[in-house]
């Protein structure tokens, strides 16, 4: 990680134009000469690699001082050269001379601001604290400076609270399956953690010169519990320009990342088009081929800058980073959040509020499958110095909690950011440049603290077939909170295998359905409420053709015990059933209701005809017609599961399951 540069955002004044002073505190002409060089020195000896050659300007301005070693405007021009560098502790050095020289060169205290923000870099509280209150004291403190160095007043007082409070942290490589000597950086899961899809830097022969660019690389999870070899996206994802912060679907079969524009404006890749700087684009795998992708339709992408997508796990809600620049130049970034619309369109992006943005810079966001918890880096928060992590939560209402910093060691002087946490909230991954790794910038994973962690989640997996030919069918599923009503996830299987995998949190009930033209709905209902340790709910599900006479179950219509009238939950399965019959209007059903064997045989047939009824009348009610159906009550007659196999069952859990099969409401189709 790139330890942070409060200079983003206040340029020192110094490189590229003249002090302000005249004349020098020099008389030296051969002194003013070096340093005059030494201030366009970096951009003289650009190199488009590695930039602007700092050194150089540090080793002219050195010479400056050998003419004159009281020339303290060479001392402040090494210094901000210095921090450019990231060399914090010889930018301390030359401030402190500067100030040695002459304590009052600088009117409104700013030598004293850039000194306790490099201290404040390599965590000398203490000495920045002393420092920045010096500047605030100061009546001519330039008013510019005032608010940063108020929010670097309180990083520090946190920061010494953090590291005597530090958070259980122990950063683990994920190993050479993914790192290498190069960069990589921002990871994505699936939703079953089974495969990383991440960012490294390359440097690509088909790139003029050999310039370093961004593509996507996947690693599988091995049965060894190893990342395997990872190996590259197809070449109509990764083309010689940049893409890069991908987030990929829950089920691995979409992706929306980002592709920068090269200097002329063109974006590459096959009829890749963009709105201007970095843009969202879109691809979808079908079978075992991603298409060519295109800008991300809607409203999301504008002339400005977008970057590090995070889709939720439903597919419905999108984060992403905008950035825009102000009039100094500098890009200001703030998370933004965009809704799928019905038409398959994203639509027109909102700001994040006030509470979670900041006047200063946001990055690097992730929703968690769990859809509440947003994890987040800014510079703008009270953290560490740099740029730190934090976290928020969205109340039942909507609204974000005030963000929490993650805390120290997770958080320290350099720039934290890449976060990514796992399905299961334990385990979050991030990228480093810390000693150890395989070089540069690597991809780790830890432990995540209780208090930080989401709401978990188990993926939720199978496959849509004909109950008939056992072919795979494309079907279209919708699962819904049967307490809240909520529809939690909207998509479909596989065009190709008919496979489907989404993420759910637990502790909820939920209800399926699932339709495809020329079948009958097949719906069920499951709970997550305890998850027995496992991290997957599976569910094969088999489709009857419309010309199947066999009997289907309404899975997720519920009565009160004893009684014929539908619990509030039963409203979601039976509105879609509905739909479904006024989608065929010539289909005609006979709704059968069924007990089990436990109670009065007679009270059990007038029962089960009750409830048939109350079908019968909620379908008339919403507009379907008496002459489409009939009712009937059979009781406990027809059991799906004899009273002789339940009896078998070597659990009172299994026993009351088996008796719940059997108390159903179901429909057939009549001749």
Same mark, same amino acid.
């Given at each position: 990680?790139?330890?942070?540069?409060?200079?983003?955002?206040?340029?020192?004044?110094?490189?590229?134009?003249?002090?302000?002073?005249?004349?020098?505190?020099?008389?030296?002409?051969?002194?003013?000469?070096?340093?005059?060089?030494?201030?366009?020195?970096?951009?003289?000896?650009?190199?488009?690699?590695?930039?602007?050659?700092?050194?150089?300007?540090?080793?002219?301005?050195?010479?400056?001082?050998?003419?004159?070693?009281?020339?303290?405007?060479?001392?402040?021009?090494?210094?901000?050269?210095?921090?450019?560098?990231?060399?914090?502790?010889?930018?301390?050095?030359?401030?402190?001379?500067?100030?040695?020289?002459?304590?009052?060169?600088?009117?409104?205290?700013?030598?004293?601001?850039?000194?306790?923000?490099?201290?404040?870099?390599?965590?000398?509280?203490?000495?920045?604290?002393?420092?920045?209150?010096?500047?605030?004291?100061?009546?001519?403190?330039?008013?510019?400076?005032?608010?940063?160095?108020?929010?670097?007043?309180?990083?520090?007082?946190?920061?010494?609270?953090?590291?005597?409070?530090?958070?259980?942290?122990?950063?683990?490589?994920?190993?050479?399956?993914?790192?290498?000597?190069?960069?990589?950086?921002?990871?994505?899961?699936?939703?079953?953690?089974?495969?990383?899809?991440?960012?490294?830097?390359?440097?690509?022969?088909?790139?003029?010169?050999?310039?370093?660019?961004?593509?996507?690389?996947?690693?599988?999870?091995?049965?060894?519990?190893?990342?395997?070899?990872?190996?590259?996206?197809?070449?109509?994802?990764?083309?010689?320009?940049?893409?890069?912060?991908?987030?990929?679907?829950?089920?691995?079969?979409?992706?929306?990342?980002? #592709?920068? =524009? *090269?200097?002329?404006? &063109?974006?590459?890749? !096959? +009829?890749?088009?963009?709105?201007?700087?970095?843009? @969202?684009?879109?691809?979808?795998?079908?079978?075992?081929?991603?298409?060519?992708?295109?800008?991300?339709?809607?409203?999301?992408?504008?002339?400005?800058?977008?970057?590090?997508?995070?889709?939720?796990?439903?597919?419905?809600?999108?984060?992403?980073?905008?950035?825009?620049?102000?009039?100094?130049?500098?890009?200001?970034?703030?998370?933004?959040?965009?809704?799928?619309?019905?038409?398959?369109?994203?639509?027109?992006?909102?700001?994040?509020?006030?509470?979670?943005?900041?006047?200063?810079?946001?990055?690097?966001?992730?929703?968690?499958?769990?859809?509440?918890?947003?994890?987040?880096?800014?510079?703008?928060?009270?953290?560490? #110095?740099? =740029? *730190?992590?934090?976290? &928020?939560?969205?109340? !039942? +209402?909507?609204?974000?909690?005030?963000?929490?910093? @993650?805390?120290?060691?997770?958080?320290?002087?350099?720039?934290?950011?890449?976060?990514?946490?796992?399905?299961?909230?334990?385990?979050?991954?991030?990228?480093?440049?810390?000693?150890?790794?395989?070089?540069?910038?690597?991809?780790?994973?830890?432990?995540?603290?209780?208090?930080?962690?989401?709401?978990?989640?188990?993926?939720?997996?199978?496959?849509?077939?004909?109950?008939?030919?056992?072919?795979?069918?494309?079907?279209?599923?919708?699962?819904?909170?049967?307490?809240?009503?909520?529809?939690?996830?909207?998509?479909?299987?596989?065009?190709?295998?008919?496979?489907?995998?989404?993420?759910?949190?637990?502790?909820?009930?939920?209800?399926? =359905?699932?339709?495809?033209?020329?079948?009958?709905?097949?719906?069920?209902?499951?709970?997550?409420?305890?998850?027995?340790?496992?991290?997957?709910?599976?569910?094969?599900?088999?489709?009857?053709?419309?010309?199947?006479?066999?009997?289907?179950?309404?899975?997720?219509?519920?009565?009160?015990?004893?009684?014929?009238?539908?619990?509030?939950?039963?409203?979601?399965?039976?509105?879609?059933?509905?739909?479904?019959?006024?989608?065929?209007?010539?289909?005609?059903?006979?709704?059968?209701?069924?007990?089990?064997?436990?109670?009065?045989?007679?009270?059990?047939?007038?029962?089960?005809?009750?409830?048939?009824?109350?079908?019968?009348?909620?379908?008339?009610?919403?507009?379907?017609?008496?002459?489409?159906?009939?009712?009937?009550?059979?009781?406990?007659?027809?059991?799906?599961?004899?009273?002789?196999?339940?009896?078998?069952?070597?659990?009172?859990?299994?026993?009351?399951?088996?008796?719940?099969?059997?108390?159903?409401?179901?429909?057939?189709?009549?001749?």
């Amino acid at each position: 990680m790139n330890k942070f540069f409060y200079l983003l955002f206040f340029s020192f004044f110094i490189i590229g134009c003249s002090t302000a002073q005249f004349p020098y505190s020099t008389s030296n002409k051969k002194a003013i000469k070096l340093f005059e060089e030494a201030q366009k020195a970096p951009d003289a000896n650009f190199d488009p690699q590695k930039g602007p050659d700092y050194k150089k300007g540090i080793e002219i301005a050195n010479q400056a001082l050998e003419k004159d070693p009281q020339f303290w405007e060479a001392h402040l021009l090494i210094a901000e050269l210095f921090e450019r560098t990231n060399d914090y502790v010889n930018a301390i050095v030359h401030y402190k001379k500067a100030l040695e020289i002459d304590p009052n060169h600088s009117v409104s205290g700013s030598t004293l601001y850039y000194l306790s923000a490099s201290q404040l870099a390599i965590g000398q509280y203490d000495d920045a604290m002393t420092n920045i209150e010096r500047f605030l004291r100061n009546p001519n403190a330039n008013e510019n400076l005032i608010g940063q160095a108020r929010q670097m007043q309180s990083n520090a007082r946190f920061a010494k609270n953090a590291i005597q409070n530090p958070k259980p942290f122990n950063p683990i490589n994920v190993g050479p399956g993914i790192n290498t000597a190069l960069p990589e950086y921002f990871p994505t899961l699936t939703v079953d953690s089974k495969t990383l899809l991440f960012t490294r830097r390359i440097n690509d022969p088909r790139v003029e010169h050999y310039f370093a660019q961004e593509d996507f690389f996947v690693s599988n999870f091995g049965d060894d519990k190893k990342w395997g070899t990872s190996f590259p996206m197809p070449q109509n994802v990764n083309t010689i320009n940049n893409e890069g912060a991908p987030t990929i679907a829950s089920d691995g079969k979409s992706l929306i990342f980002v #592709g920068c =524009s *090269d200097e002329t404006g &063109t974006y590459y890749g !096959e +009829n890749r088009e963009g709105k201007g700087s970095c843009d @969202l684009f879109f691809t979808q795998r079908i079978g075992n081929k991603w298409t060519n992708p295109i800008n991300l339709p809607g409203n999301v992408n504008t002339m400005h800058w977008e970057t590090q997508p995070s889709l939720s796990a439903d597919g419905k809600t999108l984060y992403f980073i905008r950035g825009i620049r102000n009039r100094s130049g500098s890009r200001d970034s703030d998370i933004y959040v965009s809704y799928l619309q019905t038409d398959g369109t994203w639509g027109t992006a909102q700001r994040l509020p006030n509470n979670v943005n900041t006047t200063y810079a946001e990055e690097s966001v992730c929703i968690h499958p769990d859809g509440r918890t947003l994890y987040f880096a800014s510079r703008g928060h009270v953290g560490m #110095g740099g =740029s *730190d992590l934090f976290v &928020t939560r969205m109340d !039942e +209402n909507g609204n974000w909690s005030k963000p929490e910093n @993650l805390g120290y060691p997770i958080n320290t002087i350099y720039d934290e950011n890449s976060l990514l946490v796992a399905p299961n909230g334990e385990i979050a991954f991030f990228a480093s440049n810390r000693a150890g790794g395989y070089g540069d910038l690597d991809i780790y994973y830890f432990e995540l603290p209780q208090e930080l962690r989401p709401v978990k989640t188990l993926y939720f997996e199978g496959k849509v077939f004909d109950a008939v030919t056992k072919n795979s069918i494309p079907g279209h599923f919708q699962l819904t909170d049967l307490k809240t009503g909520k529809v939690m996830i909207i998509s479909d299987a596989d065009k190709v295998d008919g496979t489907f995998m989404v993420a759910l949190p637990i502790n909820r009930e939920y209800a399926i =359905s699932v339709t495809y033209t020329g079948y009958f709905p097949y719906t069920l209902n499951f709970n997550l409420l305890i998850p027995d340790g496992k991290d997957s709910y599976h569910l094969d599900i088999p489709l009857n053709p419309e010309t199947s006479q066999k009997e289907n179950v309404l899975a997720n219509v519920f009565f009160d015990l004893g009684k014929s009238t539908l619990r509030p939950e039963s409203k979601v399965e039976l509105n879609e059933f509905v739909s479904y019959l006024k989608k065929n209007p010539k289909i005609r059903i006979e709704l059968g209701g069924h007990t089990d064997s436990r109670g009065n045989k007679d009270e059990n047939l007038k029962l089960s005809n009750d409830r048939a009824k109350t079908v019968y009348d909620y379908l008339i009610a919403n507009g379907i017609s008496d002459t489409r159906l009939t009712y009937k009550g059979f009781g406990s007659i027809t059991p799906i599961i004899s009273d002789a196999e339940i009896a078998k069952l070597s659990s009172d859990i299994e026993k009351e399951q088996a008796h719940q099969k059997n108390r159903r409401t179901v429909y057939t189709i009549l001749p």
